[in-house]
């Protein structure tokens, strides 16, 4: 048995989350109960939502207390087990924590073939929650129909590569908006995004005008603030906005920035609606059916930006909130 | 013929309209064409929406050109006829504009029965606009459900007391939110509402917690600000919003204040929506057919608020705005 790590989460950040914001600790070595497994733990998904779950706020999950294990979707290993659901040398994924070592009953963990992944990070990114998101965000909120125009924020980020990528397949006109010339490169070179918006060196509101000058039908937000005004401004009429995250606000130290132009909606007749993946995990295996042959014919891949080392966790989570990310953001242990 | 007079907007009003935003003028005297009738403009209707006509803003109506006679809706009583469908001293409504006689084709007037309404200015509440305001939002955006929980703001006003009315009959728990004790007796033992807040002198927050314990499924916005963060606070899952106004914010001056709270659609998995009623005309009738039996088993009503003169309106306006008004607000020409 090897001495297992974890990251404690021992105060509530102000702003950005610091080192000193969590704790690491060992764990005292356990034997395997029956029906235990013990996996060790290779990736861990680093979330927007994971800022939300450390603060006090009421969420769709409670908040993680303090002296807790943070918490953290991640895959690993079966290395030794008593539950003959998983054999040693399989794969799992669920909410391991951040952790080098889980000792579970396998109850929430799923076995998936690495081995038919080009990366096993896949596994947390878009055959993970990461592509239930983007494809039920997608389709179930925003309701695309072929030819109608989408923006995606956050653009070259997990979820919002992925929305791209989704829209095109699905007969779209994509913006993605995203920042920096190399994430809109990206986003319109790899993803094939019919546009890119370089929302640190552009006027977004200029640049949606130019864009979409008749307008936006669905606009899939990760981030809030700034960009979600710009695109109030520009709805077409019956325009859907699928609100995913507010990533530009999760860590506001003053007040959260409401969308001004919220009124918008009214004279487009627009909607503005939020989902959650959880209440989509039931319906894994209908976006897996979609998903798959778009990944067969190239349509779908996955970026993934790996942090090496359970002890840069934080500076993963500063990394994504900063925008620093391209790609799905992971730590490898 | 007598002559006419009509209220001009010369100037777009910074914060409330003022009376200088507007100039009185006299109307050359027009003999009538055929197929033409005038109309003595007997009342107007004052609406929340024309701030924002007053602005330069795009919205579903055009801005009110500078110099252009203000845009109102109204009725008032045929005089005289050069058109076989309106006969002399026959009732219409529609887009009079603010003027004390209208020369019309008869093109957007719907004639109606004056002597079978408690009171003409129905006509331009609950069997008007506001009436099909309240019916739609409620019922085509806001998707209610008997047993649920409906907050309604603005619930003294014109269609937040149809909107309260009509919830009641459609036997839904109504919370009512309105400025002043007077007001909030009003909401709730004339028009029914299980509870009122009086935001003048209540903390929200903690009202709606106390009338809504298990929180909010159906919340009909007319006003913005902070009534509608308090809700967005206090959402049930699956709630939908229904944006019909946000008049806390028509007179900002400064950076008109976004819901905060609006990040809360997520967890809640819920709606914020707008509507403009113009979308139902056509399904006015479908109104009228449920409204009906309510007006005539005393469960909704209409209270009118009427200022004399039309030199008086922009005071009306005024009142309206600044919540003074009790009910419709009209002018009384």
New interface residues.
């Given amino acids: 048995m090897t001495t297992a790590r974890a990251l404690h989460l021992v105060s509530r950040p102000e702003g950005l989350p610091k080192d000193s914001d969590f704790e690491m600790r060992e764990a005292a070595p356990v034997e395997l109960q029956d029906g235990q497994i013990r996996i060790a733990v290779k990736y861990l998904s680093i979330d927007p939502a994971m800022r939300v779950w450390m603060t006090e706020a ?3 999950w409670p908040p993680v207390a303090l002296g807790e294990v943070m918490r953290s979707a991640g895959i690993g290993e079966v290395i030794e087990s008593k539950n003959e659901k998983f054999e040693v040398g399989s794969w799992a994924s669920g909410m391991t924590g951040a952790r080098s070592e889980l000792v579970s009953e396998g109850k929430g963990m799923q076995r998936f073939d690495a081995s038919k992944l080009p990366h096993p990070g896949w596994a947390l990114s878009i055959f993970g929650a990461t592509g239930l998101t983007a494809y039920f965000g997608l389709t179930d909120i925003g309701h695309p129909k072929a030819g109608e125009v989408l923006v995606v924020s956050a653009a070259a980020g997990a979820v919002g590569s992925a929305v791209v990528q989704m829209g095109k397949a699905l007969g779209l006109r994509v913006i993605g908006v995203a920042g920096g010339a190399d994430k809109c490169a990206f986003v319109k070179d790899i993803l094939g995004a019919d546009e890119a918006i370089d929302y640190k060196n552009e006027n977004i509101s200029a640049a949606l005008r130019r864009h979409c000058p008749d307008g936006i039908d669905v606009y899939f937000d990760n981030v ?1 603030g700034e960009i979600l ?1 710009a695109v109030l401004k520009r709805l077409k009429l019956k325009a859907r906005i699928v ?4 990533i530009s ?1 999760y860590n506001a130290t003053g ?22 993946v959880l ?1 989509y995990l039931h319906r894994a295996e209908e976006a897996m059916a979609a998903m798959t042959p778009w990944v067969k014919a190239g349509k779908l891949s996955s970026k993934l930006d790996i942090v090496e080392g359970l002890e840069n966790f934080p500076e993963a989570m500063r990394r994504l909130y900063a925008g620093a990310n391209f790609g799905k953001q992971l730590v490898k242990l």
């Fill in positions: 009421k969420s769709y809030g005004d609100l995913c995250g507010g606000q007040e959260i920035r409401g969308p001004a132009n919220y009124l918008s909606l009214i004279s487009a007749r627009g909607r503005m609606e939020g989902f959650v209440d």
